[in-house]
């Protein structure tokens, strides 16, 4: 059946109504001109005039009387003859109509306009900002740090994209998060895996983008589908993306590194780290320490520097060059790291040095006069005692566990045991099938619950050299640490009462309940996602350090290493840094800085640890502090 002229008009206005806002401004538009031309064109052709006025109204001023009067309804009230009346009166309903119309239209466009924004769907307009793709726990660390690094910045933005409200966003942040300088953080709601949300961030203008893994379901994957969604983008940027992540299973690294076989993408592999970061902290007392001074902002950081002075120059001579700085190694032209390298090694044309400095402009030359060596406190180096075999005990279980018991086991002497308990069915079959052949140690598994005083009284806990406490990942952030912290209040008051020092090193996985942890007196606290977070921050702020962190945390070559004060420098009597950074070159090592046993309790001033110290400024060591050095294994 042939569509009436009813039907076609009604279809042709609702096609129109349905273009949005504007195509319905325009409709009242054209309708309300479309009233004022009628009535103007009635009162010039009829004739009709008010009482008392003569002679025919121009239809140029007839059309601006219907005109006030649709905008203005009152202004009718003093119109008088019967025929101007009549047509104003339909005028001026006309008006009511369209006015009111007008007035619903704009409102409506203006609560769906603020409902977008409270959504956090409008499109940023910001460049050379930092990404933040994903939400979890991890986000305020990366937060606060990216904060402390831009403080000094005018106009720092970073942009977080997330599969969550906008408002919840931004309440959490205002509340873990601590405003420094004029950074801004600026929210949005969306997919970090859908390309088309991904847009609204200024994508192509942002400096680096970091990928947050969720906390739930199958973290790799949706890694790298949002690694995917970035790289391949049809609106791409025709240089490549600086794209920092991480990534739990080894096996997926070929893969990430596939995607973006195109951009800069840094992927953090979090299990191997966490476990070599444990393994190393429950044997040297104090490291993770090191390692969190080295990857915070919030004291010295890692810059590269070029110094044509020292071209030519070796490696040694370079470790007294600064006040102010340590230097760790050497970036040769080609760009490969050289951590500690041997002290003889050249600094050749084009070669950059990195250090550990406040600033990049902190790394200055040292004034000659400065330089000052004590020899008659250096301590010559001595013969180096076999190491004994180690008893180690593992409390708990988590992903991580293998790779530890792995990590372990490349440092420990030969005939070296170590004993792991867990709340976990089956756990030998599962260890010894993922752990593969140990070689300098025999392994023990007991099924158990470690927040059981009994079991840990029958263990003889006090007999091990390490005690490791892991959080256990198959349950919740706070009720796994909230078992950890029982085990560690067990653990505690049988030293106490036994009288018998033993290392405890704990995982925690929120970093709000460290304070808590620390009433438990454990050595070292290792909190996996805040270690991470760090070295993710550091990255997005300078790429360079990929291969640095990287060559720290290899197990092969040069480590860092917490030593007696006593193998270097003489106990007792004020020596500076020059004479400690000395003592430690004679023995091929590179000196970062030195820990304080007395301060070892101190949060405030960084547990004893103190990284890069001038140089020129005298210490008073003891028996039990130690140099932080970087040295083969």
Request: hydrophobic residues 40%; contains cysteine; charged residues 25%.
């Amino acid at each position: 059946m042939k569509p009436t002229f009813r039907q076609k008009f009604k279809y042709w206005f609702d096609t129109q109504m349905s273009r949005g806002t504007p195509a319905m401004i325009v409709m009242l538009f054209v309708l309300s001109l479309a009233v004022v031309a009628v009535a103007g064109a009635i009162i010039s052709i009829t004739g009709f005039v008010q009482d008392g006025q003569e002679g025919r109204i121009p239809f140029g001023e007839a059309a601006w009387e219907s005109l006030m009067r649709t905008l203005d309804s009152g202004t009718m009230g003093g119109d008088t003859g019967v025929g101007f009346r009549i047509v104003m009166l339909f005028v001026t309903l006309g008006g009511i109509f369209i006015v009111s119309a007008l007035i619903g239209v704009l409102n409506n466009a203006i609560e769906g306009q603020i409902d977008r924004l409270r959504k956090g769907r409008s499109q940023v307009l910001e460049t050379n900002h930092t990404l933040i793709l994903g939400w979890s726990a991890q986000v305020f660390t990366v937060l606060n740090e990216l904060m402390a690094a831009n403080e000094n910045q005018p106009n720092a933005r970073i942009v977080v994209l997330a599969d969550k409200d906008k408002v919840e966003m931004e309440d959490e942040i205002r509340e873990r998060v601590e405003v420094k300088g004029k950074t801004r953080i600026i929210c949005r709601s969306g997919s970090p895996i859908d390309p088309n949300d991904i847009e609204i961030t200024s994508l192509h203008e942002a400096k680096s983008i970091i990928v947050l893994p969720p906390e739930n379901g199958d973290p790799d994957t949706d890694v790298i589908k949002t690694t995917l969604a970035i790289t391949n983008n049809p609106a791409r940027r025709a240089e490549p993306y600086h794209i920092i992540t991480q990534i739990r299973h080894a096996k997926n690294m070929d893969v990430v590194k596939l995607v973006g076989e195109k951009d800069n993408v840094q992927a953090v592999l979090t299990g191997d780290l966490i476990a070599r970061v444990v393994a190393q902290t429950s044997r040297q007392s104090g490291l993770s320490v090191v390692y969190t001074e080295l990857m915070n902002f919030g004291g010295d950081e890692i810059y590269f520097k070029h110094e044509p002075v020292l071209e030519g120059k070796t490696f040694g001579e370079s470790l007294l060059a600064y006040e102010d700085s340590c230097v760790m190694g050497i970036r040769k032209a080609d760009g490969k790291i050289l951590l500690s390298p041997r002290m003889d090694s050249r600094i050749e044309k084009d070669d950059q040095i990195f250090a550990l400095s406040a600033d990049d402009d902190t790394i200055r030359l040292a004034d000659l006069s400065l330089i000052q060596v004590n020899e008659a406190l250096i301590h010559p180096s001595g013969k180096t005692t076999k190491p004994k075999p180690e008893k180690c005990l593992i409390l708990g279980w988590n992903r991580s566990g293998v790779t530890i018991v792995r990590e372990l086991d490349n440092y420990v002497p030969k005939g070296s045991q170590i004993t792991i308990v867990a709340d976990i069915y089956n756990i030998e079959k599962q260890i010894r099938a993922q752990g593969g052949r140990l070689k300098n140690q025999r392994l023990t598994v007991m099924e158990g619950e470690t927040t059981d005083r009994d079991l840990l009284n029958k263990l003889n806990v006090q007999d091990y050299d390490h005690v490791i406490v892991l959080a256990y990942n198959t349950l919740k952030p706070q009720e796994a640490d909230a078992k950890t912290l029982v085990t560690l209040l067990h653990l505690r008051g049988m030293a106490e009462k036994d009288e018998t020092p033993f290392s405890i090193v704990s995982e925690m996985l929120d970093l709000r309940n460290r304070e808590l942890a620390e009433a438990t007196q454990v050595d070292d606290f290792i909190v996996s996602e805040h270690l991470v977070s760090l070295m993710m921050s550091q990255l997005s702020e300078n790429g360079e350090l990929f291969d640095v962190f990287t060559d720290i945390f290899d197990p092969e070559g040069a480590e860092i290493y917490l030593k007696p004060v006593s193998d270097y420098v003489t106990l007792g009597e004020a020596v500076n840094f020059y004479t400690v950074a000395e003592a430690a070159r004679r023995r091929g090592e590179t000196v970062l800085g030195y820990r304080l046993e007395k301060e070892a309790g101190d949060a405030g001033r960084s547990y004893g640890v103190h990284t890069n110290p001038k140089k020129s400024e005298a210490v008073v060591f003891t028996s039990d502090d130690k140099v932080i050095v970087i040295a083969e294994g």
